[in-house]
């Protein structure tokens, strides 16, 4: 049992459904959310097949974790909803040793008339029942603001639950936030941990941010911001016992659509602001940031540091972001993102980049990757990249239906690639038999036409097919793939990097 604990807690890490928390260049934005998805992650492969309820909630999580071809663990989350909505079950669950889903943690939610949370309990499966592990407590002021988070263990004796810590928020008049303290519980008292303290301006933009702990002040951020909440300077400081000793300084400079043009740095020296650094931003014509420049004030001049380069699609989807430093008095590729996207604008395929000495790795590298439904859909994944698979109807056909309507041939993905990619096909019905097939041929070309291989040549019903190309005996470069059937002939382009 302890061992399906710990594969139910890694999957917990490893993928959740949260509120925007990542970079804008990791989110990968959907109109739908998937059917299933492939992750690399070290190693090995995770794969999550979903199911959703008419409101479009996820029902099942099913989590299907290999390395080589040893399947390393299999877990399904089962999630359910109240009438309203609200999320008031999320079961977890295991396969160990068996075909049989063993039981390994739930978690039960409760709300107020309001839909707020006020119970939020966690129990796990120990020798064949649920045994609780903690709960949490919400309770809300008139204006729906959580005033109270009580978080408790599950008492081993008597079954009573023990206070932990405890987390209170205050409000002022326009119902922001201008307190909050945390305490842990020592026995027989609340002991103070720490607090945070919120200021804001006349027009009720933050103005300061502190955080404070028993042991004394920890850091403050303040701000100037203009009548439309834009930051025009922001000042960092250090705690030092009871006073506030500045830190580093950033003054915010907008061009004349409002949009950041110009952060410039400086730090707190000898009673005085030294400059030190320098970001520019540029824009493409629809307001997209396509360049930040990173630089240091060195030697009374700018010196490179940084640059982070994004290129986007017709519909305003990043499809390319690369972040080079400045080497050698040339920029040097560092790390990046690279996009792929279905007709409908759904992201299909993310991969984290990571060049090294100007070679391209792609083995062993972790990035966050987001897929944005919508603010409340979105999940969150680790690993090398993925691929995102969705429906194309939400209706129900029948086999016959369901096959290709035409000869299609997709563009490989990941592209550019090292050293494996996938390539995708479709051969459609051919009347008057919905089952006759055809002759395939799917061959590989280099820059100058000459065959390099075949990696299809058989006849096939009608369908859809993926082949893979492993180009590991191949050098860098582009190469052509062309598929023939029947009367059918379509040849795209593909890249071999490094």
């Known amino acids: 049992m302890k061992k399906l604990i710990f594969l139910v807690s890694l999957i917990v890490v490893l993928i959740s459904y949260t509120n925007l928390s990542a970079q804008s260049d990791r989110i990968m934005e ?3 959310p998937p059917d299933s998805v492939i992750l690399k992650i070290y190693g090995g492969e995770k794969k999550h097949f979903y199911k ?42 295991g396969i160990i040793d068996s075909s049989v889903w063993v039981n390994s943690r739930i978690m039960e939610y409760e ?18 029942a649920w045994v609780d592990y903690s709960r949490t407590l919400y309770e809300y002021n008139e204006d729906n603001n959580v005033t109270l988070k009580l978080f408790q263990f599950g008492g081993e004796e008597n079954n009573v639950w023990e206070d932990y810590y405890r987390e209170t928020y205050e409000y002022n008049s326009d119902g922001k936030q201008v307190l909050s303290v945390l305490d842990y519980w020592e026995e027989t008292y609340w002991d ?20 404070i702990r028993y042991r004394g002040n920890v850091y403050k951020d303040t701000y100037v911001n203009d009548s439309d909440g834009k930051v025009l300077e922001h000042i960092e400081y250090d705690g030092n016992d009871t006073a506030w000793v500045k830190d580093k300084k950033y003054v915010n400079e907008y061009n004349d659509k409002e949009m950041l043009e110009t952060t410039i740095d400086s730090t707190w020296q000898e009673n005085q602001w030294v400059l030190t650094g320098r970001k520019n931003y540029s824009y493409n014509t629809k307001g997209e940031e396509t360049i930040l420049l990173t630089e240091s004030w060195q030697d009374s001049s700018w010196t490179n540091v940084t640059l982070d380069s994004s290129i986007y699609n017709s519909s305003g989807r990043i499809e390319e972001f690369i972040s080079s430093r400045w080497k050698d008095n040339v920029w040097t590729r560092d790390y990046g993102f690279y996009y792929e996207y279905d007709n409908e ?29 919508s603010d409340e859909l979105q999940f969150t994944y680790r690993g090398a990249y993925l691929y995102a698979y969705y429906s194309n109807s939400v209706t129900t056909v029948n086999e016959i239906d369901q096959l290709p309507a035409k000869f299609s041939l997709g563009q490989n993905y990941p592209n550019p690639f090292n050293p494996t990619t996938t390539i995708k096909y479709s051969i459609p019905v051919v009347a008057p038999s919905p089952v006759e097939g055809q002759h395939v041929q799917l061959k590989i070309y280099d820059i100058l036409g000459n065959e390099v291989t075949t990696l299809v040549n058989a006849n096939q019903s009608p369908g859809a097919y993926e082949v893979d190309f492993n180009a590991a005996a191949f050098s860098s470069g582009v190469y052509f793939y062309t598929i023939r059937a029947g009367k059918f002939t379509q040849t795209k382009k593909m890249i071999l990097l490094r």
């Open 30 to 32: 959907s109109s739908v």
């Open 52 to 93: 959703y309820n008419s409101n479009g909630q996820i029902i099942e999580d099913k989590i299907i974790t290999s390395f080589g071809d040893e399947i390393f663990s299999i877990v399904r989350m089962v999630f359910e909803y109240d009438e309203n909505g609200n999320k008031i079950l999320e079961l977890t669950e």
């Open 111 to 128: 709300y107020d008339d309001n839909n707020n949370l006020t119970s939020e309990i966690i129990r796990n499966w120990e020798n064949n």
């Open 192 to 211: 103070f941990f720490e607090k945070f303290i919120w200021e804001y301006d006349n027009n009720g933009f933050i103005a300061s941010f502190a955080e």
């Open 345 to 373: 604008g759904n992201s299909t395929y993310l991969q984290a980049r990571l060049w090294r000495d100007g070679i391209l790795i792609t083995e062993g590298i972790s990035g966050e990757f987001i897929i944005k439904v």
